[in-house]
Nanobody, 122 residues
Framework: QVQVVESGGGSVQAGGSLRLACAASVHSFSNRPMGWFRQAQGKEREFVARTSWSGGATQYADSVKGRFSISRDNVKNTVYLQMNSLKPEDTATYYC???????????????WGQGIQVTVSS
């Protein structure tokens, strides 16, 4: 049974840090691109970060570049999002995304997590 479970969210003050984790019990984890999207209340869902199969290649939205870092552990089947220098505009529900096997991008992903709340106060 497929499970995609996010953890590590919460509430922090501006300038603080959080580390999100996504444990994905899916087949061929190491051959899937993984990533994160977020959706703020009243706004559209947006791309945050993506990592390649081995974690050697990463991509970030301009809004988080230099502050966020995505990584993965293919032994633990877990992807992480380290979020530093958090801003109030980072407040959103963050979703873990599981891409298709052998794909490079997260287009039409196979699975989504339920989402986890991140709140940054000023």
């Amino acid at each position: 049974q497929v499970q995609v479970v996010e953890s590590g969210g919460g509430s922090v003050q501006a300038g603080g840090s959080l580390r999100l984790a996504c444990a994905a019990s899916v087949h061929s984890f190491s051959n899937r691109p993984m990533g994160w999207f977020r959706q703020a209340q009243g706004k559209e869902r947006e791309f945050v970060a993506r990592t390649s199969w081995s974690g050697g290649a990463t991509q970030y939205a301009d809004s988080v570049k230099g502050r966020f870092s995505i990584s993965r552990d293919n032994v633990k089947n877990t992807v992480y999002l380290q979020m530093n220098s958090l801003k109030p505009e980072d407040t959103a529900t963050y979703y873990c995304v599981v891409g298709k096997t052998s794909h490079v991008t997260l287009h039409d992903p196979d699975y989504w997590g339920q989402g986890i709340q991140v709140t940054v106060s000023s």
